[in-house]
C-alpha cells in the first residue's frame, strides 16, 4: 500500500507561481515513479508530469513545458510540481499518484496504482 497527501495548492494570479508537494508514506518511495495529473471541472482528468523513481527521467505534457518542473527528493519520500507563469487555463485539482513499475515513464493514468486525494490550484486572470 501506498499513501499518497498532496499540498500547496492555493489560489494565484496569471503569472504567478505555485509548489506543490506530494508525500509519499508505505512502500519504498525509491522503487516507484511518480506522476501529476489535473482535473478541470467537466473534463477528463489529464496527464502533467512525470519522474523516474530515481529523479533521472522526467516527462511533461505539452502544454506545461518550459513552465512546470516535476522533482523528488527520496530522502523525505516526497515529490513536488514548480509551477511558473501560470495561465488560468491551468486551474484544475491537482493529483499525485504513483506508478510501482520502476522502470518507466508513463502517461496513462490507467498506469497508476495510487492516488492522492487531490489539491485545488486556481489562476485568475
Known amino acids: 500500500q501506498v499513501q499518497l497527501v498532496e499540498s500547496g495548492g492555493g489560489l494565484v494570479q496569471a503569472g504567478g507561481s505555485l509548489r506543490l508537494s506530494c508525500a509519499a508514506s508505505g512502500r519504498t518511495f525509491s522503487n516507484y515513479a511518480m506522476g501529476w495529473f489535473r482535473q478541470a471541472p467537466g473534463k477528463e482528468r489529464e496527464f502533467v508530469a512525470a519522474i523516474s523513481w530515481n529523479g533521472d527521467g522526467t516527462a511533461y505534457t505539452d502544454s506545461v513545458k518550459g513552465r512546470f518542473t516535476v522533482s523528488r527528493d527520496n530522502a523525505k519520500n516526497t515529490v513536488y510540481l514548480q509551477m511558473n507563469s501560470l495561465k488560468p487555463e491551468d486551474t484544475a485539482v491537482y493529483y499525485c499518484?504513483?506508478?510501482?513499475?520502476?522502470?518507466?515513464?508513463?502517461?496513462?493514468?490507467?498506469?497508476?496504482?495510487?492516488w492522492g486525494q487531490g489539491t485545488q490550484v486556481t489562476v485568475s486572470s
Open positions: 499518484a504513483a506508478d510501482l513499475t520502476k522502470g518507466l515513464l508513463r502517461r496513462g493514468k490507467t498506469s497508476y496504482d495510487y
